[in-house]
C-alpha cells in the first residue's frame, strides 16, 4: 500500500509559492523564488481498495541561496553551497481524494489538522548521487502532524528553460510519525501503514 506525494512540492499540487531570499551576489541576494506549478499527491491501500489524495496548496516559506548560485539559478541550483537554505510548507487540510468527503474525513483525524494544519519539510542538503545527472538526495527533516523525522527523498531535476523541473519520490509508515492508520466501516476496512510521497514540481526565479 502506497501513497504518494504528488509535489511539484510546487503547484501541487504542492507547490504554489513565492518566497523571499537573503542578500545575493557573493553572499545572497533578497530574490524572489516561486513555484511555477506543483502537485502532491498520497497514494495508499487497504485491505478494500487503493486511494489517492492531492493538493496545490504548497508555499515556500524559507529560501536562502549561496554564492554559488552564480547566475542563473536552475543550472547551478545542484551545486554545493547553492542553496544553504529551504523550507515548504503543505496545507493538510487541502489534500481531497476522489473517493468523497468520508475518506477526507479519517484523513484529516489521522493527521490531526486542527492542532497541525501545516505539513513541512526543511532541507539540511543537498547529496548529489552521481548516478545520473540532475538527480539528488534531499536531506532534510520531514513534521507531519507535529512529528519530526529526518528524511532522504530522492530526487530528480532538469533544466527548461529559465525553470527548474523538480520531481521525487518518497517512502515512509505514518506509524513512524505517531498517526494511527485510518479505519472505517467499524474496522472492516483497514489502510496500510506505508505510504509513498511523490512531488512534481516547477520552480521559477520570477524576472526582477
Known sequence: MKRRFLLGWSAAAM?????????????????????DSAKVTIAGTSNIHEYTASTTKVRVTRAQLGAAIDGHFCDNALKPGAVEGFEISVAAGTLKSPKGDALDKNMYKALKVEQFPEITFRLSRLDLTGKTAGAAKAVGVLTIAGTEREVAIDIATRVDGEKLDVQGTLDLLMTDFGIKPPTAMMGML????KVTVTFETVLAMPLS
Do not use: I, N, V, Y
Open 190 to 193: 483497514k489502510t496500510d501503514p
Open 15 to 35: 507547490l504554489a509559492m513565492s518566497l523571499s531570499l537573503a542578500a545575493r551576489p557573493a553572499a545572497m541576494a533578497d530574490t524572489p523564488l516561486a513555484f
